[in-house]
C-alpha cells in the first residue's frame, strides 16, 4: 500500500498569514496517463471532508484561490494564503493511484 | 442538490452484523462509481472500497475485504455497506462518497460489550 506522510502533525497560524503543510508519498503518485494522483481534503470541526485540491493542483468547484498545490511525483505541499478563521479544521492529503487508496494521517491547522 | 444521508449506524457488539445505508439524491445514482470511507475516534481516515455505478465490480481494502461487503440498489438509489464479524477497531463515522466531492454527513458505529 502507498503510504503518505504528512507535517507537520499540527499548525498554529495568525490569521492574514501564510501556512504550508507537506505529504510525502511512498511511491511515485504520477500515473501512466501523465496525471499526478494527489488529493487534498479539508475536514473542519463537526463537518465532514471537503474536497480542496484534486490531481495534485487543480481547485475543487468553490474552493478559494488562497488554496494552492504542487509538487513532484513524491512529495506536495498545500499553501494556504492569507488564513482566514473558516480554514480552520484538519488537513488530509489523499491518492487515487491505485487500489488500495490510501490518506495521510492528517494536519491540524489552528489559529493564534 | 446532491445529498448523500447515511443511517443504520449505532451501538453493536462485537462479533454481530450491521448494515449501514447511504440514500442519494439530487443526481443519477446510476451513473456514479460509489464509495465508503471511515474515520476512527483518532480521527484517521481509512478508504474501506467503492462500487461501480452498476454494481458489477467493487473494490475492497485489503484488511476489511473478508468481512466487509459493499452494494448498491439503483432503483432505490442506494448504497449500502454489509459489516459482518465487527471489531472493536470498527468503531468509527462511516461515510459514503461520490467521487469525494460529495460526502454524506457521516454515521457513528460503535462495537463495543
Known amino acids: 500500500d502507498i503510504v503518505l506522510t504528512q507535517a507537520p502533525l499540527s499548525v498554529s497560524v495568525t490569521p492574514g498569514e501564510s501556512a504550508s503543510i507537506s505529504c510525502r508519498s511512498s511511491k511515485s503518485l504520477l500515473s501512466s496517463k501523465g496525471i499526478t494522483s494527489l488529493y487534498w481534503y479539508l475536514q473542519r470541526p463537526g463537518k465532514s471532508p471537503q474536497l480542496l485540491i484534486y490531481?495534485?493542483?487543480n481547485l475543487a468547484s468553490g474552493v478559494p484561490d488562497r488554496f494552492s498545490s504542487s509538487g513532484s511525483e513524491t512529495d506536495f505541499t498545500l499553501k494556504i494564503s492569507k488564513v482566514e478563521t473558516e480554514d480552520v479544521g484538519v488537513y488530509y492529503c489523499g491518492h487515487r493511484l491505485e487500489y488500495p487508496r490510501t490518506f495521510g494521517g492528517g494536519t491540524k491547522l489552528e489559529l493564534k | 442538490e446532491v445529498q448523500l444521508v447515511e443511517s443504520g449506524g449505532g451501538l453493536v457488539q462485537p462479533g454481530a452484523s450491521l448494515k449501514l445505508s447511504c440514500v442519494a439524491s439530487g443526481f443519477t445514482f446510476s451513473d456514479y462509481w460509489m464509495s465508503w470511507v471511515r474515520q476512527t475516534p483518532g480521527k484517521t481516515m481509512e478508504w474501506i472500497g467503492d462500487i461501480k455505478y452498476d454494481g458489477s465490480y467493487t473494490n475492497y481494502a485489503p484488511s476489511l475485504k473478508n468481512r466487509f461487503t459493499i452494494s448498491r440498489d439503483n432503483a432505490k438509489s442506494t448504497l449500502y455497506l454489509q459489516m459482518s464479524n465487527v471489531r472493536s477497531e470498527d468503531t468509527a463515522t462511516y461515510y459514503c462518497?461520490?467521487?469525494?466531492?460529495?460526502w454524506g454527513q457521516g454515521v457513528m458505529v460503535t462495537v463495543s460489550s
Open positions: 462518497t461520490r467521487k469525494d466531492i460529495y
Open positions: 490531481q495534485m493542483s
